[in-house]
């Protein structure tokens, strides 16, 4: 089963790297950009990591990062266009023309480079003014906004511009209220309205899907979509379907819509017993059902071991019970699994279960795969002379792109990995602490320094793998 033969990836592969407008480009409010929610989430930690407003400034220093992705050999680099640089209040009359020439000069210095843009359209950053005027994905306003702003992108861009991600983690942008700038209101239950705004999110994807196809035949559109692999704990039937219930409702019921057009049972079922509804117009699964995704996005990171444990018993008081803290009423924990190593973060490092996701997901759609984000977030240390000796992220960079290797060899169709990140950017949830690219800069949480970009040993380790086109990888 891991026997491997010499063939490399195919002679097409995509081999690239990532970063996202609001954790990347900084210039907050430069050149017309409007507020969005991801900015006002950074700022809420403002007083204990860094936040949006430089990030590590892609803005005004693309020229260089790109020719960095040049020197590394990439041939594909996913990034996203913010909403607010386009439309600054995600609904106005004229697009910003600052911003607009800004993804301009991003896109063709991409191609002069021959490396393929692959742009997702939302990713996580919704313009602030639409959630202070109808609370964003909460109204079904907020899809029409949402379509006008991607037709603007396809006609401004589509020329050159040959992959489309629709929406970055649906299923978290519905599960935070800071990432859509949910606001509270009287008799209003975020459960609820959760669940809503997933169902206009869904609305939105399928319409941008099916003017894509119209207005840009020859084009390739999809969505990026958090996959978390599941184990039980144990052999035991509860830990087994605890795992399978949890891997359904935080992974594939995404997908499941997104392909078939309407919501899997298992997930009607879940909504009914959470006594969770929604409104749903009677044209709204015609709309899903006539926008088929052309490839599949995976966002993976992580395995979870799975243990059926409805209430958990505290030990000094028998009589007091404690939910556990995922959901589905209770029933799930995750546990650590004693296989496995784990991150500074807690996060478990599995390859094997890299490949197993892949396997799942190409024999459950049939669709190709784009790895849209797989990375290694870590506190990478600056020597003396100006060097990163990460071989921790060689070491898993090695390990995983083995893992597609093999899953191809498997009879999986994956067309392309963007790792996440090329540069260090901004973590939304630990700042600059925990760094994920292949690139350093010279930034702290509070000194900006002078944001100097220093290649680390692992892009060097990819510079090979890519001139090898992953020949060379055990």
């Keep these: 089963m891991d026997k491997m033969n010499t063939t490399s990836f195919p002679k097409n592969f995509l081999w690239g790297a990532g970063a996202s407008a609001f954790q990347a480009e900084g210039a907050y409010n430069e050149d017309g950009k409007g507020l969005t929610s991801a900015d006002l989430h950074s700022f809420l930690k403002s007083d204990i990591q860094a936040d949006t407003k430089i990030a590590v400034d892609f803005y005004h220093k693309y020229e ?3 020719r960095l992705m040049k020197e590394l050999g990439l041939n594909s680099f996913r990034f996203s266009i913010s909403w607010a640089r386009i439309f600054p209040n995600g609904n106005d009359s004229n697009a910003n023309e600052l911003g607009v020439a800004f993804y301009d000069k991003v896109i063709d210095l991409l191609v002069k ?41 396809f006609k401004r ?28 209101k009287e008799g209003c239950s975020w459960e609820a309205i959760r669940h809503q705004m997933n169902h206009h999110l869904y609305l939105a994807n399928a319409r941008a899907i099916k003017l894509c196809h119209k207005i840009l035949p020859d084009v390739k559109i999809g969505t990026a979509v958090s996959y978390l692999t599941t184990y ?20 594939f019921a995404t997908m499941d819509v997104y392909y078939y057009g309407d919501y899997p049972d298992y997930y009607k079922a879940y909504m009914k017993e959470q006594e969770i509804s929604i409104q749903i117009e009677e044209s709204d699964y015609e709309t899903l059902r006539n926008a088929k995704p052309d490839f599949i996005g995976v966002n993976w990171y992580q395995t979870a071991t799975i243990e059926y444990n409805k209430f958990r018993v505290k030990e000094e008081k028998k009589d007091q019970i404690e939910p556990t803290t995922m959901g589905l009423g209770g029933r799930v924990k995750i546990v650590k699994n004693p296989n496995l190593t784990y991150t500074k973060w807690g996060w478990p490092i599995d390859p094997k279960g890299f490949r197993l996701a892949l396997r ?38 090695k390990h995983h792109l083995l893992s597609i290797k093999k899953a191809i060899e498997d009879g999986v169709v994956v067309i392309a990995y963007s790792y996440w990140s090329f540069i260090d ?10 760094r994920y690219g292949f690139v350093y800069v010279d930034r702290d949480e509070f000194n900006i320094k002078d944001l100097k970009r220093i290649k680390k040993d692992s892009y060097y380790c990819y510079q090979n793998i890519i001139k090898d086109n992953g020949s060379n990888l055990e």
């Design 64 to 66: 260089e990062d790109i």
């Design 113 to 153: 480079y021959n490396i393929e843009p692959i742009v997702t359209l939302y990713h996580f950053d919704i313009p602030q003014n639409l959630v202070e005027v109808y609370n964003g994905w909460a109204s079904r306003k907020c899809i029409d906004d949402y379509e006008r702003y991607v037709h603007y992108c």
């Design 157 to 184: 861009y589509g020329d050159r511009v040959k992959y489309w991600i629709t929406v970055n983690e649906q299923r978290v942008i519905a599960e935070s209220k800071s990432l859509v700038g949910f606001k509270e």
């Design 232 to 251: 039980p704990a144990t052999s035991k039937p509860e830990d087994v379907f605890a795992a399978k219930e949890l891997e359904d409702i935080w992974s």
């Design 360 to 397: 799942k997901v190409y024999e459950r759609y049939h669709l190709p795969i784009i790895v849209t984000e797989n990375g290694l977030g870590a506190a990478d240390s600056l020597t003396k002379d100006n060097k990163i000796h990460d071989e921790y992220r060689i070491d898993f960079l």
């Design 425 to 434: 950017i901004l973590s939304s949830s630990n700042g600059m602490n925990k």
